[in-house]
């Protein structure tokens, strides 16, 4: 009898044990698993078009952002800090003039358009190619839904500009359109700097470190000044800059004008001179770098007129 009982623990025991193997087995089982990105750079680039005499030189190279350095080089960080997904690039000869392209893609516009706007300077002239498009040197430069295109000539010449602009068009009609982010229609147009658009995903003031922050650029009298845009419900991005003002003993007395319905501050940054921020319907907004002569009625503006 004795060994029987002993059998039967046995048998308990072991029955528990695989019911515990079964159950850590099915509990990671069931861990979803993110799935890559979905990747379509590849599939925009144009065939061979004799209706356009456009002609496909070689194959389409893939670049994926873990092998992105050896193609791109130092520049290879400015694509991931967009969260780069993948890059194609071809070779083409269109009405004989020979024309390199890459298409980076993005998760969304805002990140596509985030790192195209970084490539603009100041009060460069911007197309209509995709959402916003501009020319430097040889090269042609467009941001289009989650992509950004570059096309680039060897010389540039009336001829070259022309085959480029042709191919350019071409591709951008297989790219689904979108319009650029919406936020920076917030943004007064009077005294705006052109090109001056930017989005940054991270990082953005230093010793703060604010996200996904929409900013505009102004001048006034030789005087300049930047905008600055970010949705905020919780109030965690007002709270970092409050936390970095109290730290840094920099808070200062609201200047005369600002009335912000909600949460404010005033800070002296060593880098970027007076800021003024506060809450406006779940965004955190304000203006860096700012000079009430002659910046008081634009920035004042701007803040009242956010809370209509």
């Not at 005499?53 to 670049?63: A, N, W």
């Not at 002239?125 to 040197?137: D, K, M």
């Not at 467009?142 to 602009?165: C, F, I, K, N, W």
């Not at 002569?293 to 803040?303: E, K, V």
Request: proline share 6%.
């Amino acid at each position: 009898m004795k060994n029987q009982i002993v059998g039967y623990l046995g048998l308990i025991l072991l029955a528990l044990a695989a019911g515990c193997g079964q159950k850590e087995k099915e509990t990671t089982q069931t861990v979803p698993i993110q799935p890559p990105e979905a990747y379509y750079a590849d599939t925009l680039m144009p065939p061979s078009m004799s209706v356009y005499d456009i002609v496909k030189v070689g194959e389409v190279r893939t670049v994926k952002p873990e092998t992105a350095d050896d193609y791109l080089g130092s520049s290879a960080v400015d694509y991931r800090a967009y969260r780069f997904i993948g890059m194609s690039a071809a070779g083409y000869k269109v009405q004989g003039v020979p024309i390199s392209v890459e298409i980076a893609q993005f998760p969304t516009p805002e990140e596509a358009y985030g790192f195209f706007a970084r490539l603009q300077t100041f009060g460069t002239p911007l197309g209509i190619v995709g959402s916003e498009s501009f020319e430097s040197g040889n090269s042609f430069y467009s941001a289009a839904g989650d992509y950004v295109v570059t096309l680039s000539v060897e010389e540039l010449t009336p001829q070259t500009s022309q085959a480029r602009s042709r191919l350019a068009l071409e591709i951008n009609s297989r790219i689904e359109q979108k319009p650029k982010p919406m936020y920076f229609l917030l943004f007064p147009l009077a005294a705006k700097i052109g090109a001056s658009n930017r989005y940054h995903t991270d990082g953005f003031l230093e010793g703060v470190s604010l996200e996904k922050v929409y900013t505009t650029s102004y001048a006034i009298e030789n005087d300049t000044t930047l905008f600055f845009l970010m949705l905020d419900e919780g109030g965690l991005q007002y709270t970092k800059l409050s936390k970095y003002a109290a730290a840094e003993g920099e808070v200062v007395r609201m200047p005369e004008g600002f009335r912000f319905p909600d949460f404010s501050i005033a800070l002296e940054h060593p880098e970027h001179g007076l800021i003024v921020a506060g809450l406006v319907r779940k965004k955190l907004v304000g203006i860096m770098g700012y000079n009430p002569r002659p910046f008081d009625t634009l920035a004042i503006g701007w803040i009242d007129g956010l809370q209509m």
